[in-house]
C-alpha cells in the first residue's frame, strides 16, 4: 500500500457499532493505532450543513468508518426528466473521496466534514439480491462511484473482491467500478463472469495536472486498464468531463490516440463523454479551493434547463463531435455515448438520441425503476 | 426600572440600518449603549442582563455587514450564539468575511444589507482586494445583477487592471454589458457575430428578429403579430422564404 495513502489521513474515527467487521479490522493492520479513535457517535455532531472551504478540505483527511442506515442501491442521479438517461444504478460504499478534483460534484453535495466508508457491505449485498430475485430479468448496470471513487480506497476496504465475487452468481447483471485512481491490484485475481467493467475517468495530462489533484496520472489509468484487460474484465472509458482550454482539440486529439493505440473498441464496454458542467452554488467552494487560474473557475459557463452551470451548447456539441469522430477515425466500431446530457446535444451531435442508435439502444432501454 | 447617562455610557454604535424607534428610550446593558444611538434624550434605560440576550431582544433581525461592524467593536461576544440566533454558523470563513466586509464601503456594507446578501454572495471578497469604487458601483443594481457583477469583477482582477474593470463604469447598463464581455470574451465574440447577422439578414415587414442568449443556449429568437390567418399565412411564408439566408447566420461560408 502506498505510503501516502496511509499519511493522508490525519484521524481515522470509528463507530463502536463497525468495530468487529472486516474493515476495521484492516485499518487496524494498516494504520498506526495512535490515529485511530473508537466513538459511540458522529463526530463533529455541532457541523452540519452546508461546509465551509476549509472544512471540506479537511474532510478528506478525516475518515470515519460507519454502518450505512438508508439504501445502498439507487437510481443515478442522471434518471431526471429532460436528461437522456442510461439506466444506470448506484451502489453508494462511502461518502467523499480522497482525491481532489477541482469540479468534483460533491463541493455541493457533501454535508458532513468527514470521509465515511460504511462497514456494513453485506447489507449491500442483501438489498442487490432482493432486487435480483425480484427482477430476474433485468438486466441492472450498477456502478460504485458516485458518492466516492469505486477504487481510490479499494485497497482498505477490498469490497471490490466482494461484489465481482457476488455478481458472478448474477451474470445478466453488470458492475460497474469507476475510477480516477490506478487501484486494481488487489481484486485481479477474483474470479469473475465477464460481467465486470472497470471504467476510467479519462483526461488528457495537462488537465489531470491542473484540475485532477492526488489523482493517477494519465499513464498509470491506462497501464491499470491494460492489467484489467489482461484478466478479461470488460473497460469503458469516460471522457468526462472534458474541460475547454484554448489548446482542447491538440490535448483530446492526444487522449484518443493514446486510448485508441493501447485498447481496441472490443476491449472497451463503452466511450462515454461528457462536458465540465456543476451546481451553481459550488462555484464558491472552487474559486475559495482551487483559485482564480483553474479551468474550471475560469471557465465561460451559463445556467442550462437543469440548474447546472454548462458551456454553452454550441461549444460542448463541437467538443462531443469532435471526439466522436477522433474515435470513429480510428474504426467506426468505438462505441461513443453522451453522459448526463440534454436530448437536444443527443441529437446535434450524434443525428440521434441514444434508443435510436442500434449499438446503444439497449443501454438506454427503459429499465424498471421501482427501486 | 434603572437609568443611565447616556454620557457615562460605551457606545456601541454598529450603525443599525433600522433607525430605532423614536417614541422607545435609549437602550443600555451594564453601561454599553446598544440602541437609540441617535437620541436627543440623555438618559437611557439601563438592564443588568447579559450583553447577548439585550441585543437579541433589541434586534430581531441583524444582517451580515451589521454584525460585522458588531463584532468590530465587540470580538468578545458569545457569538456562536449570536450567529444561531440571525441563523448564520459561526466559524472561520464567516469571521473572515466579517473582516472584509468592514474594510468595504459603507455604500456597499448598506448595499448589501439591504439586499440580505449571504456568505455566498459575499464571498468573493475573500479572493481579492477590489477597489471601492468597483464595490460602490455594484450598489446600482438588483441583488441578482450585483452579486454576479460581484463575481465577475473578482474573477476578472486575476487578469485585468482594476482600470480596465471599472472602464465604462458611468453607464450601468453599458458596464453590466462589458463585464459579461470580459469575463465570458469568447461566448460574447460568438454572440456579436450572430448578432451582427441577425441584423443584416433581410427580415420580413413586421417580424422582429434578434441573437438572443438564454442560459446555456443562444439562438434567433423571431416575433411578429398575426391580426388574421392571412396575415400568419403571409408572415410564415415569407419567413419560410428566408431559409437558405438564414442558413447563412449559422454557416456563413
Known sequence: MEPQLISQFEKIFIDQNSAESAVVQRIYNIFPHNKIEIVNEKPFPDAFGILSSNEFSRSKRLLYVTEHKGHFFKRCPGAKPGLACCNYFVLNLGLQCNMNCSYCYLQSYINTPLLTIYSNIDRALTELKEVADRYPQHTYRVGTGETTDSLSLDEITLYSRKLISFFKKYPRWTLELKTKSSKVDQFLDVEHAGNVICGWSMNPQNIIEREEHLTANLSQRLDAAGKCLSKKFKLSFHLDPMIWHPEWKESYCELVEKISSMFSPEDAEYITVGALRFQPEQRHMMRERFGLKSLVTQAEVFQGKDGKMRYDIEVRNEMFEFIRNQFLSKSRAWRVSLCMEVPETWSMTMASTPRQIPELKELFAPANTNC | ?253
Open chain 2, 1 to 253: 426600572m434603572q437609568f443611565i447617562e447616556i454620557s457615562q455610557c460605551k457606545t456601541i454604535n454598529f450603525k443599525p440600518l433600522k433607525p430605532w424607534p423614536k417614541h422607545l428610550p435609549s437602550i443600555s446593558v451594564r453601561n454599553n449603549l446598544i440602541a437609540g444611538f441617535d437620541s436627543s434624550r440623555t438618559l437611557a434605560v439601563q438592564l443588568d442582563i447579559v450583553f447577548e440576550d439585550a441585543l437579541t431582544d433589541c434586534y430581531q433581525k441583524l444582517t451580515l455587514p451589521e454584525l460585522a461592524r458588531l463584532y468590530k467593536i465587540k470580538p468578545d461576544l458569545r457569538w456562536d450564539f449570536l450567529c444561531d440566533f440571525y441563523h448564520f454558523r459561526w466559524n472561520s470563513d464567516l469571521k473572515n468575511i466579517f473582516e472584509l466586509l468592514t474594510e468595504t464601503p459603507p455604500k456597499f456594507q448598506n448595499w448589501a444589507s439591504e439586499k440580505d446578501l449571504g456568505i455566498k454572495d459575499l464571498s468573493p471578497l475573500k479572493l481579492s482586494i477590489v477597489s471601492p469604487q468597483f464595490l460602490e458601483h455594484i450598489t446600482r443594481y438588483s441583488k441578482q445583477i450585483g452579486c454576479k457583477v460581484l463575481e465577475w469583477g473578482i474573477e476578472l482582477s486575476e487578469h485585468h487592471s482594476s482600470e480596465r474593470i471599472l472602464q465604462n463604469s458611468e453607464n450601468t447598463e453599458r458596464w453590466y454589458h462589458d463585464i459579461f464581455s470580459l469575463r465570458h470574451p469568447i461566448t460574447a465574440s460568438r454572440d456579436q457575430n450572430y448578432t451582427n447577422r441577425v441584423i443584416s439578414t433581410p427580415w420580413p415587414r413586421q417580424v422582429d428578429a434578434q441573437w438572443k442568449r438564454v442560459g446555456d443556449k443562444a439562438g434567433i429568437e423571431v416575433r411578429f403579430i398575426s391580426v388574421s390567418s392571412a396575415d400568419f399565412q403571409k408572415k410564415s411564408e415569407a419567413l419560410v422564404k428566408l431559409q437558405s439566408k438564414v442558413e447563412k447566420i449559422w454557416n456563413p461560408n
